[in-house]
């Protein structure tokens, strides 16, 4: 293994009771909820973004939420842990410089995250949903390491369409590590799921080598979708790829169409996505 520390003394450190909340266990249900609340409830602000998300149209009720445990229970204990991830990053990205890049980077992660979601609904994958969004979400934060550390050769590399090879080819030529490599590497260091750390490893790859290759192929149809309908990078798109992703996730053809042309316009009007977005300040 390569020395990578040297990308992770430029990077923030991880809020952390988003490493607490990554590390409990599924298996006992009413203890991780125990766990979850009393994590969150020590961390006010977060309690505060918590409450108006679940009071938002999307989750629209009679009466107002007015306490954490009422939302815990409204939400599910992994849309909450996905929340968290999602609230926790917004407010990490913060600490970062170079705001115009990053911009980019968060429109095109979120996107991805929400795109990942839908397959899993779409294919009935249930318990799946939030691990693929959080996986979304995460999926180049390889790319951050990589611009924090070099901002400026990076900032040129982005921009520099004159290249030949693929994205992590080049990444590796000009900085000895791609951001796939890199992103699996900090993912790991802060004790993230196995599941977040193939994801960010393999997305972009047709022979997926991890147990979890539902979630990665997943994770790799909604980043080249997001990438097409122009909330990359500026990144050419092969549709025979899409395809080829498609297939193994047994999506019918109507599917394909609607994510390639319409997902996009659907995702605009979603009032989640549009409060994930002030989040970052999108």
């Given at each position: 293994?390569?020395?990578?520390e ?10 952390n009771v988003?490493s607490k ?10 203890i991780?909820f125990?766990?979850l609340?009393?994590?969150i ?17 999307l989750?629209a009720?009679q009466?107002?939420?007015?306490n ?7 939400l599910?204990?992994?849309?909450i842990?996905?929340l968290?991830?999602?609230l926790?990053a917004s407010q990490?990205?913060?600490?970062f410089?170079n705001?115009?890049?990053l911009?980019?980077f ?5 996107a ?13 994958w249930?318990?799946d949903?939030?691990?693929a969004?959080?996986s979304?979400?995460l999926?180049?934060?390889g790319?951050?390491?990589l ?13 520099d369409?004159?290249?030949l090879?693929?994205?992590?080819q080049r990444e590796?030529?000009?900085?000895g590590?791609d951001?796939r490599?890199l992103?699996?590497y900090?993912?790991g260091?802060?004790?993230?799921p196995a599941v977040?750390v193939?994801a ?6 047709i022979?997926v080598?991890s147990?979890?290759?539902?979630t990665i ?17 500026g ?6 790829l899409i395809?080829k992703?498609s297939?193994?996730l ?10 390639m042309?319409d997902?996009?316009?659907?995702l605009?009007?979603d ?9 970052f300040g999108?």
């Open positions: 293994m390569q020395d990578y040297k990308y992770m003394n430029n990077f923030p450190v991880i809020p988003a909340i990554m590390a409990i266990a599924e298996d006992n249900i009413d991780s125990k766990e609340e009393q994590i409830s020590v961390d006010p602000m977060l309690t505060v973004k918590i409450l108006k998300i679940a009071n938002s149209a989750y009720r009466s107002e939420i007015k954490l445990q009422m939302a815990l229970t409204l599910g204990f992994k849309k842990k996905s968290v991830i999602l926790t990490f990205s913060r600490e410089k705001k115009d890049v911009a980019v968060w429109r095109h992660s979120l991805t995250a929400f795109i990942a979601k839908y397959i899993m609904i779409r294919k009935k249930k318990k949903e939030e691990i969004f959080t979304g979400l999926h180049d934060i790319q951050v390491a611009f924090q550390r070099y901002p400026e050769k990076y900032r040129g590399f982005l921009t369409q004159s290249d090879g693929s994205l992590e590796q030529s000009l900085f590590v951001h490599i992103g699996g900090i993912l260091k802060w004790n993230f977040y193939d960010a490893e393999e997305h972009g790859s022979n080598k147990v979890y290759k539902n192929y997943t994770v790799t149809l909604a980043d080249l979708i997001t990438e097409r309908t122009g909330f990359g990078q990144c050419i798109v092969d549709d025979s395809f992703i297939e193994y047994d999506l019918d053809n109507d599917d394909i169409m609607f994510l042309n997902i996009m316009a659907v605009k009007k009032p989640l996505f549009q409060e994930c977005q002030l989040l999108l």
